[in-house]
Protein backbone atom coordinates (compact mmCIF):
# COMPACT_ATOMS: atom_id res chain seq x y z
CA UNK A 1 0.00 0.00 0.00
CA UNK A 2 3.04 2.19 0.51
CA UNK A 3 4.42 1.48 -2.62
CA UNK A 4 1.37 2.96 -5.00
CA UNK A 5 1.48 6.43 -3.34
CA UNK A 6 5.17 7.34 -3.71
CA UNK A 7 5.02 5.51 -7.36
CA UNK A 8 1.97 8.33 -8.64
CA UNK A 9 3.75 11.08 -6.92
CA UNK A 10 7.19 10.16 -8.84
CA UNK A 11 4.81 10.24 -11.73
CA UNK A 12 3.38 13.41 -11.51
CA UNK A 13 6.81 14.98 -10.74
CA UNK A 14 8.48 14.25 -13.92
CA UNK A 15 4.83 15.41 -15.55
CA UNK A 16 5.24 18.46 -14.09
CA UNK A 17 8.55 19.23 -15.09
CA UNK A 18 8.04 18.96 -18.86
CA UNK A 19 4.88 20.66 -18.65
CA UNK A 20 6.72 23.78 -17.64
CA UNK A 21 9.12 23.36 -19.98
CA UNK A 22 6.41 22.78 -23.03
CA UNK A 23 4.26 25.61 -21.13
CA UNK A 24 7.64 28.13 -21.49
CA UNK A 25 8.07 26.56 -25.04
CA UNK A 26 4.30 27.97 -25.91
CA UNK A 27 4.66 30.92 -24.31
CA UNK A 28 8.45 32.05 -25.79
CA UNK A 29 8.12 30.75 -29.67
CA UNK A 30 5.14 33.94 -30.33
CA UNK A 31 7.56 36.10 -28.11
CA UNK A 32 10.06 35.08 -30.65
CA UNK A 33 8.39 35.34 -33.59
CA UNK A 34 6.31 39.05 -32.88
CA UNK A 35 10.51 40.24 -32.21
CA UNK A 36 11.68 39.20 -34.98
CA UNK A 37 8.63 40.19 -37.22
CA UNK A 38 9.10 43.75 -35.89
CA UNK A 39 12.71 44.01 -36.57
CA UNK A 40 12.58 42.62 -40.11
CA UNK A 41 9.22 43.93 -41.06
CA UNK A 42 8.80 46.90 -39.41
CA UNK A 43 12.44 48.18 -38.75
CA UNK A 44 12.17 47.90 -34.78
CA UNK A 45 15.85 48.07 -34.58
CA UNK A 46 16.36 51.40 -36.54
CA UNK A 47 16.99 54.79 -34.83
CA UNK A 48 13.35 57.26 -34.54
CA UNK A 49 14.45 60.03 -36.78
CA UNK A 50 13.07 63.11 -35.91
CA UNK A 51 13.03 67.21 -37.41
CA UNK A 52 15.11 69.49 -35.75
CA UNK A 53 13.78 72.28 -36.81
CA UNK A 54 11.43 72.89 -33.95
CA UNK A 55 14.21 72.92 -31.59
CA UNK A 56 16.58 75.03 -33.81
CA UNK A 57 13.38 77.89 -33.68
CA UNK A 58 13.15 77.67 -30.09
CA UNK A 59 16.69 78.78 -29.83
CA UNK A 60 16.63 81.37 -32.25
CA UNK A 61 13.70 82.54 -30.49
CA UNK A 62 14.83 82.78 -27.11
CA UNK A 63 17.97 84.80 -28.91
CA UNK A 64 20.32 83.65 -26.41
CA UNK A 65 22.70 83.28 -28.73
CA UNK A 66 23.54 83.31 -32.93
CA UNK A 67 22.53 79.56 -33.95
CA UNK A 68 24.02 78.03 -36.33
CA UNK A 69 22.61 75.12 -38.21
CA UNK A 70 23.68 72.59 -40.54
CA UNK A 71 23.10 72.56 -43.93
CA UNK A 72 23.43 70.55 -47.15
CA UNK A 73 25.05 67.46 -45.32
CA UNK A 74 25.71 64.54 -47.06
CA UNK A 75 23.36 61.66 -47.50
CA UNK A 76 23.59 59.32 -44.75
CA UNK A 77 23.29 61.51 -41.88
CA UNK A 78 19.93 61.24 -39.74
CA UNK A 79 19.29 63.53 -37.00
CA UNK A 80 17.84 61.03 -33.97
CA UNK A 81 18.12 63.80 -30.73
CA UNK A 82 16.94 67.56 -30.73
CA UNK A 83 16.37 69.57 -27.95
CA UNK A 84 17.03 73.38 -26.20
CA UNK A 85 16.88 74.39 -22.84
CA UNK A 86 17.22 77.11 -20.49
CA UNK A 87 19.22 77.19 -18.04
CA UNK A 88 20.78 78.97 -15.26
CA UNK A 89 23.48 81.44 -16.35
CA UNK A 90 22.49 80.18 -20.28
CA UNK A 91 20.77 78.08 -22.56
CA UNK A 92 22.01 75.28 -24.63
CA UNK A 93 20.93 73.21 -27.82
CA UNK A 94 21.56 69.84 -28.58
CA UNK A 95 21.10 68.07 -31.79
CA UNK A 96 21.77 64.32 -32.20
CA UNK A 97 23.12 62.70 -35.43
CA UNK A 98 23.42 59.34 -36.89
CA UNK A 99 26.69 59.50 -38.89
CA UNK A 100 26.61 57.59 -42.56
CA UNK A 101 28.76 54.67 -40.61
CA UNK A 102 26.24 54.23 -38.02
CA UNK A 103 28.86 56.55 -35.25
CA UNK A 104 27.02 59.02 -33.62
CA UNK A 105 27.97 63.01 -33.03
CA UNK A 106 26.57 65.98 -30.78
CA UNK A 107 26.24 69.54 -31.95
CA UNK A 108 25.99 71.61 -29.05
CA UNK A 109 25.64 75.39 -28.90
CA UNK A 110 25.26 76.91 -25.62
CA UNK A 111 26.01 80.52 -23.79
CA UNK A 112 27.12 79.01 -20.55
CA UNK A 113 30.93 80.51 -19.85
CA UNK A 114 32.85 77.50 -21.76
CA UNK A 115 34.98 76.93 -18.16
CA UNK A 116 31.72 75.37 -17.06
CA UNK A 117 30.82 73.96 -20.25
CA UNK A 118 33.72 72.00 -21.56
CA UNK A 119 34.54 70.09 -18.32
CA UNK A 120 30.68 69.01 -18.06
CA UNK A 121 30.80 67.76 -22.06
CA UNK A 122 34.08 66.44 -22.42
CA UNK A 123 35.06 65.35 -18.95
CA UNK A 124 37.52 67.07 -17.16
CA UNK A 125 40.80 65.35 -18.52
CA UNK A 126 39.16 67.28 -22.08
CA UNK A 127 42.53 68.64 -23.09
CA UNK A 128 43.12 71.16 -26.45
CA UNK A 129 45.40 69.34 -28.66
CA UNK A 130 45.54 71.70 -31.63
CA UNK A 131 43.63 73.92 -34.21
CA UNK A 132 41.93 72.67 -37.42
CA UNK A 133 41.00 74.97 -39.92
CA UNK A 134 37.45 74.39 -41.37
CA UNK A 135 35.09 76.58 -43.41
CA UNK A 136 37.40 80.03 -42.67
CA UNK A 137 36.78 78.96 -39.00
CA UNK A 138 39.88 78.09 -36.36
CA UNK A 139 38.35 75.28 -34.46
CA UNK A 140 40.38 73.90 -31.43
CA UNK A 141 40.75 70.06 -31.49
CA UNK A 142 39.78 68.31 -27.68
CA UNK A 143 40.45 64.93 -25.89
CA UNK A 144 36.92 63.54 -25.31
CA UNK A 145 35.79 60.52 -23.11
CA UNK A 146 37.49 57.31 -24.44
CA UNK A 147 37.45 57.10 -28.47
CA UNK A 148 35.39 60.24 -28.99
CA UNK A 149 36.84 63.58 -30.73
CA UNK A 150 35.73 66.73 -30.74
CA UNK A 151 35.99 69.72 -32.09
CA UNK A 152 35.03 73.26 -30.37
CA UNK A 153 34.63 76.66 -31.71
CA UNK A 154 34.98 79.71 -28.40
CA UNK A 155 33.25 82.98 -29.64
CA UNK A 156 32.07 85.70 -27.25
CA UNK A 157 28.81 84.67 -26.02
CA UNK A 158 28.88 81.15 -27.33
CA UNK A 159 30.41 78.61 -27.63
CA UNK A 160 29.58 75.42 -30.16
CA UNK A 161 30.66 71.61 -29.95
CA UNK A 162 31.22 68.71 -32.07
CA UNK A 163 31.75 65.71 -30.75
CA UNK A 164 31.43 62.10 -31.50
CA UNK A 165 32.63 58.27 -31.62
CA UNK A 166 33.36 59.08 -35.46
CA UNK A 167 36.71 59.61 -37.67
CA UNK A 168 37.75 63.33 -37.48
CA UNK A 169 36.64 63.98 -40.91
CA UNK A 170 32.83 63.12 -40.18
CA UNK A 171 33.15 65.70 -37.34
CA UNK A 172 34.84 68.54 -39.95
CA UNK A 173 32.23 67.65 -42.34
CA UNK A 174 29.57 68.50 -39.56
CA UNK A 175 31.63 71.29 -39.03
CA UNK A 176 31.59 72.42 -42.73
CA UNK A 177 27.88 72.14 -42.74
CA UNK A 178 27.40 74.87 -40.45
CA UNK A 179 25.67 77.72 -41.42
Known amino acids: MGDERVVPAAIRSQRSTRDIVISLLVLLVPIALLIGFGRVFLGADQPVVIDPAP ?50 VQLLQSSLPADQLLPAELTRDGQPQGTVEVAGRSWQRYTARPDESALVLLEPGRTVLVVGQVPERDLERMVAALR
Open 55 to 104: AFQEARGANAFPVSEPTDLADGWRTVKADFRREAGGATLRIGYLGPDGGG
